[in-house]
């Protein structure tokens, strides 16, 4: 039985305007909220912790899951992605780096990072040497990687299903979730403004302490400081979401971990620092290194400033942490200048030079640096500077 013109045309328009589900806006909201979600899980878990890094290894049941996940929700292809971040890492703020803001500019990632994303990935050269022990079945052979445009085709009709007319917005949401968050914040903002826990050698930043929104990819500079970590948080403040369902699969067998952050342990004073102290100092020198920062800002705060140097002092607080070349050209005239008017700052930012040559000077035998080390705590405690003595007892405490 045929229905009536008017009855087809009604139910055409009822279609459009609530498709098959027919929710109110906020559940549309929510459940736009909750797709995006899943797509920056896939891609932190499955494309980033796991492949690129192989932090985690993951079940069948989720891996198949994220990548068909990633297939109609980005359409991007398991092998490029890796291999661009791979090499993201090994080029990291040279003009090699894929995305890096340093050397292209902020603007251009922000912006364009999923043009830049793109381009890379049509380089056979990038994706031959970076991209190896990516996913190669069926499956990826014959769908995911042939067929790529297809799978966010699939979404569009399944948007357009549930929602009607709306569905288009809704896609247009899901299609824009990744190249803001991923291309343009994490690769951009990550790697230009925010805080650092650690002197990593690049540039990489922590966006904000709370990894919600991004899967917990906001935390950039802890990731490019330990990148073979499934952890991303490393401070009790921080919070990495990703690391939550990774600890969720894990316990029913989903997700095996195979490396966290370092942490350095710390026992009894010994006597004098010996071979098995530079080893506990170069396996954890990020976190000792962020604990001498601590000990700049205590001797910064404990300072008697003179009149007139206030901004010498800020400038201070804000570098005289970092390495050497790390301190904008702008900012070293204000340091020079801080560190010839008050000497015990001085002292700390050239006892830190030295401590960091201990790992950076590789033609120095391990007894030799073991001797160096010594030295080095001996003048530290010698100094009179209270926190030149604090950091040099804890360190003679770090164990292997």
Not at 284 to 307: F, P
């Amino acid at each position: 039985m045929f229905l009536p013109d008017w009855a087809v045309l009604n139910a055409a328009i009822d279609w459009l305007g609530h498709g098959l589900w027919g929710l109110t806006w906020w559940q549309v909201v929510l459940y736009t909220l909750v797709t995006t979600h899943l797509t920056i899980c896939s891609v932190t878990i499955f494309l980033h912790r796991s492949q690129a890094h192989r932090a985690l290894d993951l079940h069948p049941i989720p891996q198949h899951f994220f990548r068909f996940w990633l297939w109609i929700g980005t359409g991007m292809v398991t092998k490029e992605w890796v291999a661009i971040h791979r090499k993201h890492h090994a080029k990291c703020e040279t003009p090699d780096d894929p995305h890096s803001p340093q050397t292209r500019g902020i603007e251009t990632v922000f912006w364009q990072g999923a043009e830049l994303y793109r381009a890379e990935a049509k380089n056979r050269d990038t994706i031959s040497r970076f991209g190896h022990g990516t996913p190669d079945d069926w499956m990826e052979r014959n769908v995911y990687s042939r067929f790529s445009w297809q799978g966010v085709g699939l979404m569009l009709i399944l948007d357009l299903a549930l929602f009607g007319g709306l569905g288009a917005t809704v896609w247009a949401v899901q299609m824009l979730w990744i190249p803001i968050t991923a291309a343009g914040i994490i690769n951009g903002i990550g790697h230009y403004w925010g805080y650092r826990n650690f002197e990593a050698a690049d540039a990489s930043t922590n966006i904000s302490p709370i990894g919600i929104i991004i899967g917990g990819e906001e935390l950039h500079n802890n990731h490019h400081t330990y990148p073979t970590s499934a952890k991303f948080s490393v401070k009790p403040y921080e919070f990495d979401i990703g690391w939550v369902y990774i600890s969720l699969m894990s316990k029913i067998g989903w997700a095996k971990v195979k490396k966290t952050p370092p942490k350095l342990q710390l026992g009894d004073v010994k006597p004098v620092a010996d071979e098995k102290t530079l080893e506990a100092l170069i396996a954890n020198r990020y976190e000792v290194m962020a604990g001498y920062a601590r000990g700049v800002r205590q001797e910064l705060a404990a300072l008697k400033v003179k009149q007139g140097d206030a901004s010498l002092i800020e400038a201070a607080r804000r570098w005289l942490h970092r390495d050497a070349e790390k301190v904008p050209a702008a900012a070293q005239p204000q340091l020079a200048q801080a560190r010839v008017a008050y000497p015990a700052l001085d002292k700390m930012v050239t006892m830190r030079e030295e401590l960091r040559q201990l790992w950076l000077n590789t033609s120095q035998s391990r007894e030799q640096l073991t001797r160096d080390l010594q030295a080095w705590c001996h003048r530290a405690e010698e100094s009179g500077i209270a926190a030149l003595r604090d950091f040099s007892l804890t360190l003679r405490a770090a164990k292997a």
